[in-house]
């Protein structure tokens, strides 16, 4: 699911991380598509892996938001192809295309996936209701109909592991790959090594990747100017870009674009809305709607975070050097506070509101005080930590203060609009009822009238109050035309026109199944804004009790229970970020930990966090992961059960009032917009599933499951692909097969990586490897691919080893086009409240939020020796060494808290945000980022990239973080026990 408006506001900071990717028509060619420029260079640059995070594919290609709904499941799998085939022409791989599919998460993650299909289920009831009802309501007005076809919609939720639907779909994409090597043109110059990692194969698909990156990554011989690119919607594939230090890492995506671009959800057009659709470009929709692509560089977002932290270099103390590498971790591991997908954010902190760029700022004002950084490969050093977190948690309550403010006065601006508007109303209305008198007036004041527009489309022609409406609006126009030429109070008579017939050409099926969709998308939108439906009950910021009032309405907890309770949630929210901090950098650590609530606590009662013990590198332990079927049972909804393939036993769990699992199926839950206005922003509130409990009642279940469910229900294994023409791989996976074939079951073969493509790992014999198959064609008229020229076998990755987030030694130079000018603050924090989030916090800090920092061309990194340079990792299973006892850090000093918010709040208030509205609400990953602009030209072979300092710089001496002003208090001052905020 991602980060919501992350990656919009990558974009507004860092404009130059995004191109438009080069796209030519393909030709058709013995019935397939093929590349005008198939002998020409890649378009867009070179690359040598792609990687697909396949459900970023599988979800819109099998129910698209825009553009009609495949017929069938074989439509669907064709649509996913097609897709494929226009990716891999547009980044066109020369080692290796990486495809996966999600498996079973860690459980951390199916909360989440739960809330979701339960809330899609619950949509699609509301959407059934809702088009009867529009099917009622255009019959009594006697409009077209279109057909009820089958009556049956798809559901989205069996794009599940363990479900009949993503089962085929594995043999359908394995069919793809055979047919692809064997008769596509671009595939047979490419000859890419695929490797499929289906939804049998445990672990998210973008996490499956990361985990393949990082095994190939700590191998000896790796090639560390390997070039990447990852195909995925997520936001949260920049960090995870991020956090694999590789130097040629990018991201394409689809171009989303601006809702006030106008688009026809009829036609699917562009230029044009619903209501003025002719419906005339119909027979375009099969052709499909596709979008643009982009590419987000992630060298050049480094770039960027380079001349960001560049001060640092002059500021960090010889105990605690700076590292660029560690800083681009920290970074990662604060954008986790703002959103993700295993925890909720917390509730002083938010992207639309500036909290990336406040934390940024104070950031780097305290880092060169700290006695380390926030993190140290994968795992979080929680005193440091805590102290960051301190001083979030010093500014919480301005920041609730301000966000009231600023709802205030935006509830003042609607009711004045409103005023004026039902002013206008009523004087329209006094003017109606006296049409001679106010006539006269009107017509002698107006000023010269606009020409007539057009009629009206067909389209709307046989309404005939949209008619009527129109001819008055022309005659009104005609009238004043006529005033200009007429004698003094006296105007030309026009002739009545008739009111036309309505329109003699019906319109087709097609075009009224399109039209009652649009009718019905734009009902079911207008129910998902709630408005100010629902108040805010919590009211964050205003009075001096808004923090009990907040864990007494979200977690229902009593004031005498509230001490022990910041004590567990502290610690429940502290293992989450760590949890999820290693997920990103070293792997699943545990497959059974979740956080158990839906709500976060508050920056300041995570204060105390430094003693807990999740910050240990060994402290989660691994778990076992549910089956797929168990998953099945722990995120589906009973309404999706029989769709998606659990076989009935289970099935009855889900439905029968006394089953010991029916708590667990809520017939109806909550729904909590939490301060928002959309549902779909709502917190969704289900029961949180008990696993001792699920796996002990299902498990004489699973022994009595068929051989096709056990299939189903099994751990998978990855395959690998390639061409018969790739002689190192075709001969181990001769040689494994052989020995499959021979009953020597588990035999592997290395691969070899001293010639040809180096995938490190090992390959084994499977029932339908080897060479030379015929592949049976699992679509209904696609054909069988008679003999394949595609070799197959499993392959399994090299034995896990630690990773070292860093860059690895023979980089080869890269051209910096980021420079000072880049980083203009007055044009960068425009939008998400950027800058009075910056100045709150540096005003905290007794800084002069004026005084603009100075910017340094970033050094590049001088390459040493592959033995003197490369990262040693820890001792295994040895914890981290802890560091020794330090002095006291300097504290500002305490002073009175009311004075402090009276000197935050008054330069505060007077902030206006010139790009406020630029994005007024949060959406779930509908994104749009700004035109790219072009980088800067490549200097010529062998030219020399350094580093300068901005004219008038000079080297600063080393310092420490200057004191608060006059009232800031800290929330725990030094000599004090750790503790949460008293109440």
């Not at 700590?218 to 594939?237: F, K, S």
């Not at 009711?415 to 106010?438: F, I, M, N, V, W």
């Not at 009629?455 to 006529?482: G, I, K, T, V, Y």
Request: with cysteine.
């Amino acid at each position: 699911m991602g980060v919501p408006t992350f990656f919009r506001w990558c974009c507004v900071r860092f404009p130059k991380i995004v191109r438009d990717t080069i796209e030519r028509e393909p030709v058709e060619m013995d019935g397939r598509m093929v590349p005008v420029d198939l002998d020409e260079d890649a378009p867009n640059g070179d690359f040598d892996n792609l990687y697909l995070d396949m459900n970023g594919i599988i979800h819109p290609c099998c129910h698209p938001e825009d553009g009609p709904a495949p017929e069938d499941e074989e439509h669907m799998y064709e649509n996913i192809f097609l897709y494929l085939d226009r990716l891999v022409r547009i980044v066109r791989p020369k080692k290796l295309l990486y495809m996966a599919i999600d498996g079973v998460a860690p459980r951390a993650k199916m909360n989440q996936q739960r809330a979701r299909r339960f809330r899609a289920a619950q949509e699609r009831e509301e959407m059934q209701r809702e088009q009867e009802k529009l099917r009622q309501d255009w019959e009594a007005e006697g409009r077209a109909l279109p057909n009820r076809g089958t009556g049956k919609f798809f559901d989205s939720n069996v794009i599940t592991p363990g479900t009949n639907f993503l089962h085929k779909m594995s043999e359908a994409i394995r069919y793809y790959v055979h047919d692809r090597l064997t008769n596509d043109p671009l595939w047979q110059k490419l000859k890419p090594r695929v490797i499929l990692n289906d939804a049998n194969i445990p672990s998210e698909g973008e996490h499956k990747i990361m985990d393949y990156i990082r095994a190939q990554r700590v191998q000896p011989e790796y090639d560390p100017n390997t070039r990447h690119c990852l195909y995925g919607a997520d936001a949260d594939l920049i960090m995870l870009g991020l956090a694999t230090h590789e130097a040629h890492f990018s991201i394409i995506r689809e171009v989303v674009m601006p809702k006030t671009e106008k688009k026809c959800t009829l036609c699917g057009g562009n230029g044009h809305v619903a209501s003025e659709c002719t419906g005339e470009n119909e027979e375009s929709e099969d052709m499909g709607i596709q979008k643009p692509f982009q590419i987000l560089s992630i060298p050049i977002l480094r770039q960027y975070l380079m001349l960001q932290f560049a001060e640092l270099e002059d500021l960090m103390p010889d105990s605690n050097p700076y590292d660029f590498e560690r800083c681009i971790d920290d970074f990662v591991f604060m954008c986790f506070f703002v959103g993700n997908d295993f925890l909720p954010h917390l509730p002083s902190l938010s992207i639309k509101d500036g909290s990336i760029d406040q934390m940024l700022s104070l950031y780097q004002e305290i880092l060169p005080s700290m006695d380390t950084y926030l993190t140290d490969a994968g795992v979080v050093n929680l005193p440091q930590a805590e102290q960051f977190l301190e001083y979030l948690g010093g500014i919480e309550d301005q920041v609730f203060k301000n966000a009231l403010e600023r709802e205030a006065k935006r509830r003042a601006e609607l009711d004045s609009a409103r005023a004026r508007e039902e002013a206008q109303d009523l004087k329209a209305s006094a003017q109606a009822s006296t049409p001679g008198a106010q006539m006269g007036s009107e017509l002698a004041a107006a000023p010269p009238a606009k020409k007539a527009k057009a009629p009206a489309p067909a389209a709307e022609a046989s309404d005939p109050n949209a008619w009527h409406a129109q001819l008055l609006a022309q005659s009104f126009s005609m009238d004043l035309d006529n005033l200009e030429n007429a004698p003094e109070g006296v105007a030309k008579e026009e002739p009545v026109e008739e009111a036309p017939k309505p329109a003699e050409k019906p319109k087709s099926g097609k075009f009224v199944a399109k039209e009652f969709h649009a009718a019905l998308k734009e009902r079911l939108e207008q129910r998902q804004d709630l408005g100010e439906a629902m108040a805010d009950t919590v009211r964050l910021g205003e009075g001096p009790h808004w923090k009990q009032r907040y864990y007494s309405e979200k977690f229902k907890v009593k004031q005498d229970d509230l001490v022990d309770f910041l004590q567990r949630i502290r610690k429940a929210y502290m293992e989450g970020l760590c949890w999820v901090l290693v997920y990103y950098y070293q792997g699943c650590k545990s497959w059974t930990w979740f956080y158990p609530y839906h709500y976060a606590p508050f920056a300041s009662d995570l204060i105390g966090c430094a003693n807990l013990k999740c910050g240990d590198r060994n402290y989660f332990q691994m778990g076992r992961g549910f089956l797929p079927f168990q998953q099945l049972m722990s995120v589906l909804p009973p309404a999706s059960a029989e769709e998606a393939g659990i076989p009935a036993p289970m099935r009855e769990l889900m439905k029968q009032p006394f089953s010991p699992l029916i708590d667990f199926y809520p017939v109806d839950f909550g729904l909590d917009l939490n301060g928002k206005r959309f549902t779909w922003q709502a917190v969704i509130l289900l029961p949180f599933i008990d696993e001792p409990r699920l796996v002990r009642i299902l498990a004489p279940l699973l022994k009595r499951l068929t051989p096709a469910e056990k299939v189903r229900n099994r751990r998978g294994q990855e395959l690998i692909f390639g061409h018969r023409d790739d002689k190192t791989l075709f001969q181990a996976v001769q040689l494994a097969q052989a020995g499959f074939e021979a009953g020597h079951a588990g035999l592997k073969q290395t691969l070899r990586t001293d010639v040809g493509t180096k995938i490190f790992g090992t390959v084994e014999g499977w029932q339908l490897g080897g060479a030379n198959r015929q592949i049976i064609s699992p679509i209904e008229g696609l054909p069988d691919v008679e003999e394949s020229h595609a070799i197959s076998a499993q392959f399994q990755d090299p034995e896990g080893a630690f990773h070292v987030p860093k860059m690895l030694p023979g980089i080869s130079e890269q051209v910096c086009i980021i420079n000072a000018a880049d980083m203009d603050e007055a044009a960068r924090l425009k939008g998400f409240g950027g800058e009075p989030a910056k100045r709150l916090i540096l005003q905290a800090l007794g800084k002069d939020p004026d005084v603009k920092p100075k910017r340094y061309e970033p050094r590049q990194p001088k390459q040493k020796p592959a033995a003197e340079s490369a990262p040693q990792p820890p001792a295994p299973q040895t914890p981290a060494p802890q560091a020794p006892p330090q002095a006291p850090r300097r504290q500002p000093q305490p002073k009175a808290r009311a004075a402090a918010a009276e000197e935050m709040a008054a330069p505060v208030a007077g902030v206006q945000d010139s790009g406020a509205q630029m994005y007024e609400y949060e959406e779930d990953e509908s994104e749009f980022g700004e035109s790219a602009q072009k980088a800067a030209p490549a200097p010529p072979s062998g030219t020399k990239v350094i580093r300068v300092h901005a004219v008038g710089a000079e080297k600063k001496p080393q310092k420490k973080v200057p004191k608060a002003p006059e009232g800031f208090k800290p929330v725990r001052t030094p000599g004090q026990a750790s503790r949460g905020t008293p109440y």
